[in-house]
């Protein structure tokens, strides 16, 4: 991806998106909750791309743990990740909204070409957000959940964006039959990366995904799934992939998952694996 000089403009950009965000979750304090209803049965966002828009009830906290392996090969050059404990912990707050906290975890990435070496092994970023609910399902017209977060740059230097990167999407949800249903996200990403001065620049990129998730039996689900990024500020042509996985509820509170996919277009990784674990706490 090239890169182009800092701007004032983007510097301040990102100092905005902490006050935003802590704004979101006031508003979830104060914000009314729906019509009661049945406390919803476990639901994680992983193991793929498109985040549900159903919020975390209160009382209740949910750690999602996972590991992924990626690989690309493209014009003689491999790129290998790893990504190892990377997680995220959900807290209902109400009926409404929940609160996000993050972590990469420990990352490993090695790029080849011809002999030549660059490796990077440490602690990645983490990230602070927030999932509100919006609206329920009622006939044709979906769940919507809005979904706001931001990195924060604590990973190692050469695994940090070392700003505070956003990442708005909407999440929507139809309940296609008792075994099935569609979920779809659109968003906003930005993304800060080094220019070939040694400054930073933070570019944008819209963010699509669309799963359709299918329950096999009582403990056993299945999805599939494309996602991908059109390119905002950010250069480069649009990123496409597949992917799809299964899971395994082992009880009430706690799921296994394992997911694969592979990229669609030129700029998209190749492949990846990723196995995972997810368990809620009742309070």
């Known amino acids: 991806m090239k890169s182009r000089p800092e701007t004032s403009k983007s510097r301040v950009k990102n100092r ?5 965000l802590l704004i979101a979750l006031v508003i979830c304090w104060l914000g009314g909750s729906p019509a009661p209803g049945d406390e919803p049965e476990m639901v994680s966002d992983r193991p793929d791309q498109t985040e549900s828009p159903v919020v975390l009830p209160p009382g209740y906290m949910q750690l999602e743990l996972g590991a992924v392996y990626t690989r690309d090969d493209e014009s003689g050059v491999r790129f290998e990740a790893t990504e190892a404990l990377g997680s995220l912990l959900r807290i209902g707050l109400n009926e409404r909204c929940e609160l996000r906290l993050g972590w990469a975890g420990y990352v490993s990435e090695k790029s080849r070409l011809h002999g030549l ?3 990077a092994d440490g602690v990645g970023d983490a990230e602070l957000g927030t999932k509100i609910h919006l609206r329920n399902e009622s006939g044709a017209q979906p769940e919507i959940a809005l979904v706001v977060v931001t990195s924060l740059p604590v990973g190692d230097d050469e695994l940090s964006s070392e700003r505070f990167d956003p990442t708005f999407r909407l999440a929507f949800g139809h309940t296609l039959s008792e075994r099935a249903e569609l979920g779809y996200n659109v968003g906003v990403t930005w993304a800060s990366e080094l220019t070939g001065d040694g400054g930073r620049t933070t570019l944008s990129s819209y963010l699509y995904s669309v799963v359709l998730g299918f329950g096999l039996s009582e403990r056993w689900g299945t999805f599939v799934e494309l996602y991908g990024e059109f390119p905002g500020t ?8 597949f992917d799809t996985g299964l899971t395994y509820a082992v009880g009430p509170n706690v799921q296994l998952d394992v997911a694969g996919g592979l990229g669609l277009s030129e ?6 694996v990723g196995v995972g674990v997810s368990v809620r706490f009742p309070d």
């Open 117 to 119: 070496k660059a490796d």
């Open 234 to 241: 950010a250069p480069g042509d649009p990123v496409h992939s």
């Open 267 to 272: 700029g998209a990784d190749d492949w990846y």
């Open 16 to 20: 905005r998106v902490v006050p935003f």
